[in-house]
């Protein structure tokens, strides 16, 4: 069975000429370098072309992205091999994946708001079941504002993240770091212009 969405990203990686969001590492988790262990596995969910995957494994770090793109995953690959860095590569559904129970001390979700609800809600709890006690979950999205700068980022307001949301869904962590911005981004064509975005930092507690 064809699924809609996996054509028009394949399609969107394919017609992009380099990387869909450029090369460089989105701007929060990046500004997050400070938090990162010497060494950890991490999963990066819906990693596309790779720009966030690969910086991860060149702080030192030991990486599985996941995404269902084939052909991002193809320019993730040339990405990685251009650093000098490996990383694992799983190609699945973030929705259905089979996420390792407790299987990383870091999980990083930086611009996957592709999923409704209930979709959603599935995934959180599999991206919570697969962090370590201890982990730090990294959640990057853009906010409802976004809508009004059209500059990246889906056009559904069911599928953009507020503090409420992210609170709900991750308020029983310690929270380490929230950055609400508005600011102009560049991050190759995809995301480019003024923005409006929230980042969320929380570690999962030692013991639940
Ligand atoms: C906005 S892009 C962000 C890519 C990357 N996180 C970044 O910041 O550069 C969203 C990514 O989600 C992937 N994606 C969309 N739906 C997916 C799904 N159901 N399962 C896995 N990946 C999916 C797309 O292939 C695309 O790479």
């Known amino acids: 069975m064809t699924n809609p969405e996996f054509e028009r990203w394949q399609g969107r990686y394919a ?23 010497q060494s950890a596995q991490v999963l990066a969910v819906a990693d596309g072309d790779g720009r966030n995957g690969v910086w991860l494994a060149r702080q030192g770090l030991a990486v599985t992205s996941l995404d269902f793109s084939p052909v991002a995953q193809g320019k993730a690959r040339a990405l990685a091999a251009r650093h000098g860095v490996d990383l694992n590569f799983e190609q699945g559904d973030v929705h259905t994946w089979a996420y390792p129970t407790q299987g990383f001390d870091i999980v990083a979700e930086i611009f996957a708001q592709f999923s409704m609800p209930e979709d959603r809600a599935r995934k959180w709890a599999a991206m919570r079941d697969a962090l370590r006690p201890g982990g730090l979950m990294i959640i990057q999205g853009y906010t409802p504002q976004q809508l009004t700068y059209a500059t990246g980022g889906p056009k559904l307001l069911e599928q953009l993240y507020t503090e409420d949301l992210l609170r709900a869904a991750f308020g029983d962590y310690a929270l380490v770091r929230l950055a609400i911005e508005e600011r102009e981004l560049h991050e190759g064509d995809g995301h480019s212009g003024m923005s409006a975005t929230i980042g969320m930092v929380w570690r999962k507690p030692a013991a639940t």
Do not use: I, Q, T, V
Request: proline share 13%; net charge negative; aromatic share 8%.
């Open 15 to 37: 017609a992009a000429p380099g990387h869909l969001f450029g090369e460089e590492p989105n701007h929060f988790l990046a500004g997050c370098a400070d938090l990162l262990p």
